[in-house]
Nanobody, 122 residues
Framework: QVHLVEVGGGLVQAGGSLRLSCAAS????????MGWYRQTPGKQRELVAV???????NYADSVMGRFTISRDNAKKMVLLQMNSLKAEDTAVYFC????????????????WGQGTQVTVAS
């Protein structure tokens, strides 16, 4: 079993910063892409940022230039630095990782964290 645990959410004023971190644990052979998604009530979960095992990143247009995703492969962690936060960034943020649990696994399985609330007060 694989577990992803996010920390770092909270309440911040508009223009402020927060850093989210997510640590993967459990039966892990390798981790491919890791990413952050967010969801607000009544809406679909949307991609915020993703980073491949090699470090290639991709961002949603709405966060480009304000958010930075990074990862520490040795610690099996992915981070999201969020700057210049806006009220519309308010959401539950979820960590995602594509994990192979053994070297015989033909493909990776997507795992999700439990989510952490980010609230930006305007």
């Amino acid at each position: 079993q694989v577990h992803l645990v996010e920390v770092g959410g909270g309440l911040v004023q508009a223009g402020g910063s927060l850093r989210l971190s997510c640590a993967a644990s459990g039966t892990i052979f390798s981790i491919g892409a890791m990413g952050w998604y967010r969801q607000t009530p009544g809406k679909q979960r949307e991609l915020v940022a993703v980073i491949t095992a090699g470090g290639t990143t991709n961002y949603a247009d709405s966060v480009m230039g304000r958010f930075t995703i990074s990862r520490d492969n040795a610690k099996k962690m992915v981070l999201l630095q969020m700057n210049s936060l806006k009220a519309e960034d308010t959401a539950v943020y979820f960590c995602n990782a594509a994990v192979r649990t053994n070297d015989l696994a033909p493909y990776a399985t997507n795992y999700w964290g439990q989510g952490t609330q980010v609230t930006v007060a305007s």
